[in-house]
């Protein structure tokens, strides 16, 4: 990694909640289960975490998002991680105000890449992530928009693969030219594929031990754009996010790359 790597992230942040237990018998009087609450864990979610992933690895990096909290609260059996229930609220938050954005794009160029994670819970507009793309060379999204000409100065997009199937139906000419080597579409176990104007280069993972796929998809951001800046060479990069995101989803509830998993990915792919 460059020295003293510098990155911005932009997007929707939330309060991942998990609360633990067990579930032993039904309710009598509805069909659902009884559910006994153990202990709880809370983390910073959504863009919070793609933040909290660069803390882990070492990045500098600055976090803009909403000031409101969003919780989701997930309930889950302890023994077989089974969630029965996840409630989300509020579902919505405010607008990145125009002062707000425009004092970030002020000082935009100085930071070395520029993660956006739209949660699409409100907090950036189409237009919004336009304006950041305009504004620096090295914009990384990750929307649950439709993709569009909105964001088509951005540098890489990456949707999984739902989005992706959302998108192509809906955008005519998703396969186009203006998309090569920009659109990356993950698949959970099977890895992810990113679009050429030949067609898709697929990129396959080993089948792992899934425990929990919540984050998974922040710590590929963040691990494919720390990556790239540091060899600029994005078929390296993804091949590292696709590594780092299979040990993540080997921990329990939303986890961050660390320092030694760091150590052992660099050791496989080297």
Not at 22 to 38: G, I, N, Q, T
Not at 47 to 75: D, M, P, Q, W
Not at 118 to 129: M, Q, R, S, T
């Amino acid at each position: 990694m460059p020295k003293n790597m510098k990155a911005l992230i932009v997007g929707d942040s939330c309060n991942d909640k998990f609360t633990y237990g067990s579930a032993e018998r039904l309710c009598p009087d509805v069909p659902a289960p009884v559910f006994s609450p153990l202990f709880t864990s809370e983390s910073s979610g959504m863009a919070g975490n793609v933040y909290n992933n660069f803390k882990a690895i070492g990045a500098s990096c600055e976090l803009v998002t909403n000031e409101e909290e969003i919780t989701k609260h997930r309930y889950v059996d302890s023994k077989t991680n089974h969630t029965f229930l996840r409630v989300d609220s509020p579902l919505t938050c405010e607008r990145i105000s125009e002062e707000r954005l425009s004092s970030v794009l002020s000082y935009i160029d100085k930071f070395d890449a520029v993660a956006v994670s739209d949660y699409g819970k409100g907090f950036l507009l189409e237009e919004d992530i336009r304006k950041i793309c305009e504004s620096h060379d090295k914009v990384f999204l990750d929307t649950k928009k439709t993709i569009g000409d909105w964001c088509k100065d951005v540098a890489f997009i990456k949707i999984n693969t739902p989005e992706f199937e959302a998108t192509r139906e809906s955008i005519e000419g998703i396969n186009s030219k203006k998309w090569a080597n920009k659109l990356i579409v993950t698949r959970g176990g099977l890895g992810c594929m990113m679009w050429k104007e030949t067609g898709f280069n697929y990129y396959p993972t080993k089948k792992v031990d899934v425990f929990d796929l919540s984050g998974a998809g922040d710590t590929f951001l963040c691990c494919l754009m720390y990556d790239y800046i540091k060899s600029n060479d994005i078929n390296s990069a993804i091949e590292f996010a696709n590594e780092c995101s299979s040990f993540v989803v080997q921990k329990k509830g939303v986890s961050t790359i660390t320092k030694k998993d760091l150590l052992c990915i660099n050791t496989k792919l080297n």
